[in-house]
């Protein structure tokens, strides 16, 4: 049997007070609605398809590639919304599976179960339901006395009985996009076509309805303000953590640990508190991060040790040491085995196997070879006010401490640079250039000043 999904995504979210849509919000550093996408994109789903309303166009940008789209001009409810489909659908003979896009906590293996139970039952439509103490704002379901599902009803018509249900409603699914959606009304408290009213509509023709309950309580939070959007981080956090450490990461205090979604950590690295893995990082096995240590977007070999520092958008490699108190900015590239102390910076460059930057030194727009030591406070002057230049240091040199390298120049091979030069001119291959006014001692100077 062919299937199907349809995403619910066009309203603008009032509840968020926010300019950005709500099914844009990041959760764990993914909005919202691709985790949806991306949950459904491990069942076979023939086609999905997003309902685009407020801020389509980019929302359509953030799934482009993994969803078709719909537009819903007005946002008139949420049967409204599934029938914008209609069109792209209408001829296609399966189940569809109808999923609000600010739920982002459901899970592969439910939608799974869900569409199992409704294909087993030969049912016409299914809701997925799912206990909860306080169902607050969520629409109830309203069971009969043999405990079948008579109707769904939104909190803002319940009657004070109806709000007692401890169930709600999360996902709904249809055998067809059926023309029983035309017959949804309008007549109920926020002048809306609901969805959930299809049940009893079916009901009442003598179709089956029914309703699956989830095993995990949270999936099917919604997220409609920031309360929600602070728990479902919560929940979700709390379950990348738990699938690292499943696979072999330690993490050492769970909770003071935030790693995004699209993360991935080699066997045996360890997590130290305070510590944010974020955007599409890979890290290595045998690995030492934290504490406090912010990693975005970085690709990190094995064995490798980063405390107290923060690395965006760069490549590190095996064996490396970076902090504490080290900032690796945007497009750098750490070699194996390199060491990067105490109060460095390093942005756009490259710092070859084996080299060295132990304490206070600043390594921008470098080229740096193999085996380079570069002394306590030794800095790439790259910038002139206008342009900024490329400094390169050849495998072997020995930057003297406290250098400037005014940019652009090069250091030879194995050439030494003496403590405090400032170097302005390229430095020839085993050279040795001292770049400073000689010393000059004054004898008797302070006793000839005649102070008293
Ligand atoms: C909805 C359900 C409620 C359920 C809850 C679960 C209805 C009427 N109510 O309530 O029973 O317990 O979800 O989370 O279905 N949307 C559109 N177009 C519209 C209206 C909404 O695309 O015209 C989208 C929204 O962007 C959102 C989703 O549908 O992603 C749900 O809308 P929302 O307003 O959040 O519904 P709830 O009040 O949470
Ligand atoms: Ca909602």
């Known amino acids: 049997?062919?299937?199907?999904?349809?995403?619910?995504?066009?309203?603008?979210?009032?509840?968020?007070?926010?300019?950005?849509?709500?099914?844009?919000?990041?959760?764990?550093?993914?909005?919202?609605?691709?985790?949806?996408?991306?949950?459904l994109s491990s069942l076979s789903i023939d086609q999905t398809v997003t309902i685009v309303g407020f801020g389509a166009e980019k929302v359509q940008s953030y799934l482009e590639?993994?969803?078709?789209?719909?537009?819903?001009?007005?946002?008139?409810?949420t049967a409204h919304a599934v029938m914008q489909a209609e069109e792209l659908l209408q001829d296609k003979k399966g189940i569809t599976l109808v999923i609000c896009g600010d739920t982002p906590l459901i899970?592969?293996?439910?939608?799974?179960?869900?569409?199992?139970e409704h294909t087993k039952l030969g049912a016409k439509a299914t809701v997925l339901t799912d206990y909860a103490e306080d169902p607050t704002g969520y629409g109830r379901v309203i069971r009969n006395e043999d405990g079948h599902v008579e109707r769904i009803v939104e909190q803002k018509d319940a009657s004070e009985a109806e709000k007692s249900s401890k169930r709600n409603y999360g996902y709904i699914?249809?055998?067809?996009?059926?023309?029983?959606?035309k017959k949804v009304k309008n007549d109920n408290a926020q002048g809306e076509y609901y969805l959930p009213d299809v049940m009893e509509i079916l009901?009442?023709?003598?179709?089956?309805?029914?309703?699956?309950?989830?095993?995990?309580?949270?999936?099917?939070?919604?997220?409609?303000?920031?309360?929600?959007?602070?728990?479902?981080?919560?929940?979700?956090?709390?379950?990348?953590?738990?699938?690292h450490m499943r696979n072999g990461v330690t993490i050492i205090d769970p909770a003071s640990t935030y790693i995004e979604a699209d993360v991935q950590i080699g066997k045996d690295t360890v997590i130290l508190p305070n510590t944010y893995i974020q955007g599409l990082s890979v890290i290595g096995e045998d690995c030492l991060i934290g504490p406090g240590t912010e990693i975005k977007a970085c690709k990190i070999g094995n064995a490798t040790t980063i405390k107290q520092s923060v690395a965006h958008d760069s490549e590190i490699g095996d064996e490396v040491t970076i902090g504490p108190f080290a900032h690796i900015r945007p497009a750098s590239s750490i070699h194996n085995e390199v060491k990067i102390g105490n109060f460095v910076e390093v942005k756009k460059s490259e710092m070859g196997p084996k080299s060295k930057a132990s304490h206070l030194s600043y390594i921008g727009d470098a080229k740096v070879g193999s085996d380079v030591n570069l002394g306590c406070g030794s800095i790439t002057v790259n910038y002139d006010g206008k342009n900024k230049h490329l400094t390169t240091i050849e495998d072997g040199a020995f930057i003297g401490c406290n250098s400037n390298l005014i940019a652009p120049v090069t250091v030879g091979k194995g050439a030494y640079v003496a403590a405090g030069s400032t170097v302005t001119e390229d430095v020839p291959s085993e050279a040795l250039t001292i770049a400073r006014a000689r010393q000059v001692n004054k004898e008797d100077y302070v006793k000839n000043l005649n102070l008293k």
Request: net charge neutral; hydrophobic share 40%; with cysteine.
């Open 173 to 181: 699914l249809l055998s067809t996009i059926p023309g029983d959606l």
């Open 65 to 77: 590639g993994k969803s078709d789209f719909a537009l819903q001009k007005e946002q008139l409810g």
């Open 1 to 39: 049997m062919n299937r199907y999904a349809i995403i619910l995504a066009a309203g603008q979210g009032t509840r968020m007070k926010s300019k950005l849509y709500k099914v844009l919000h990041p959760v764990c550093g993914k909005p919202m609605v691709e985790h949806v996408v991306d949950q």
């Open 107 to 116: 899970k592969t293996s439910t939608m799974e179960a869900l569409m199992e």
């Open 203 to 243: 009901k009442s023709e003598g179709q089956i309805v029914a309703a699956y309950q989830t095993s995990d309580l949270e999936e099917t939070l919604g997220v409609n303000d920031r309360v929600a959007l602070s728990q479902a981080e919560t929940i979700m956090r709390k379950r990348i953590n738990e699938a």
